[in-house]
């Protein structure tokens, strides 16, 4: 069983940077691919960024953030972080962090989920 909380969400205007932290126990972290992804309210929860697991860093990001966001990990810390920088009213929504056997970029692909991260934009 792995256990995951997210902090670091906040209120910034428009153009300005957040950077999240999921703290993992519980389990092999360096084993799991980690995954960001976003609910809005209204809306379906989507995929943001991932990072797979062990030594190899293969990340993907939704189009949406790509060149914005940037995903990494320390397995020696049993954390993953999102750097988001030039964030925008649309990026607004609840972060949640996940862990699953392979990096994919759909919700049903992972197992374990933290409760979430309020970032809010203004514009």
């Known amino acids: 069983q792995v256990q995951l909380v997210e902090s670091g969400g906040g209120l910034v205007q428009a153009g300005n940077s957040l950077r999240l932290s999921c703290a993992a126990s519980g389990g092999t972290f360096a084993a799991y691919a980690m995954g960001w992804f976003r609910q809005a309210p209204g809306k379906e929860r989507e995929f943001v960024a991932a990072?797979?697991?062990?030594?190899?860093?293969?990340?993907r990001y939704a189009d949406s953030v790509r060149g914005r966001f940037t995903i990494s990990r320390d397995n020696a810390k049993n954390t993953v972080t999102l750097q988001m920088n030039i964030l925008k009213p649309e990026d607004t929504a609840v972060y949640y962090c996940?862990?699953?056997?392979?990096?994919?970029?759909?919700?049903?692909?992972?197992?374990?989920w933290g409760q979430g991260t309020q970032v809010t934009v203004s514009s």
């Open positions: 996940a862990a699953g056997p392979a990096l994919v970029t759909t919700p049903r692909g992972y197992t374990y």
């Open positions: 990072i797979n697991g062990w030594s190899v860093r293969t990340t």
